[in-house]
């Protein structure tokens, strides 16, 4: 058997597989300044003898990957990522607890250093996601108030640049559909924090979902999206991996 093959036969035997993405329709999580996507069968059995389907849908629906173009003027859009950068190591940062306390918390450098001085330094070249198991409600995604204000979490810029100016990691992820958390971008009017990370010309993946299935280290994360030429995002699937413990 080809050297190749055999690794893929051991890696699958020695390996778990969780989805990280959420699947696509018209009640799939999704920034709440876009429409829900649209479908129309344009072809049948009936009278076609197959089906076939148009969608209606934003580059940025549900689960989906940001390319630096995407907040970055002149920035890499898609079809200009390196697709070795498209399976990396995979470190989940948990502030699950935090997020419970304070719907509106922001992740600190304290977060990154806590991680790390339990797991280890986070190590160059890797995805860093952020679990808040907010991907686990059910309604009320944006956790909106009487007063139409937005309530969850997101990142820090300190943070963030303690992860791709020190750490050097390739791509950053988080379960809710910004990077900011909503008390900056309403307070900022606007997304400071999410321009921040696509100015360094890394890449996120917004939306994320079954973080609390991965190990906080070890894992690998495997990204998917169309190669969509001059694209500044689309829905992506991603797929975690973690081995196994032995019986």
């Known amino acids: ?8 036969k051991d890696f699958k035997s020695r390996v778990e597989m969780v989805e990280l993405s959420h699947p696509v329709s018209p009640k799939t999580p999704h920034w709440a300044g876009f429409p829900p996507m649209e479908g ?31 907040f970055t003027e002149g920035g890499r859009m898609l079809d200009e990522l390196d697709p070795k950068d ?39 070249g ?11 409600r059910t309604e009320n995604f944006d956790n909106i108030d009487e007063n139409g204000v937005s309530h969850y ?13 020190e750490r050097k990691v390739k791509a950053i992820g988080h379960e809710t559909s910004d ?16 321009t921040y990370v696509l100015a360094q010309d890394i890449y996120q993946i917004e939306l994320m979902r079954n973080l609390d299935k991965m190990p906080a280290t070890g894992g690998v994360i495997s990204v998917g999206y169309p190669n969509v030429v001059h694209g500044p995002g689309f829905t992506a699937r991603c797929f975690g991996f973690y081995e196994r413990e032995e019986k």
């Open 1 to 8: 058997m080809n050297k190749l093959w055999e690794a893929l």
């Open 40 to 70: 129309e069968e344009i072809f049948n059995f009936k009278e076609h003898a197959f089906t076939a389907m148009r969608y209606g849908i934003v580059s940025q629906y549900g689960t989906h990957i940001d390319a630096p173009g995407h």
């Open 86 to 124: 498209t399976i990396l190591p995979l470190v989940v940062v948990d502030v699950v607890e935090k997020v419970k306390a304070d719907a509106d918390y922001v992740v600190t450098e304290k977060d990154i250093l806590a991680h790390e001085k339990i797991h280890g330094t986070i190590p160059e």
């Open 126 to 136: 890797c995805f860093v996601a952020l679990r808040t198991d907010w991907s686990k």
């Open 153 to 165: 979490p997101g990142w820090s810029i300190a943070a963030c640049k303690l992860l791709i100016e």
């Open 179 to 194: 990077t900011d958390a909503s008390i900056i971008s309403n307070e900022a009017g606007g997304l400071p924090v999410e």
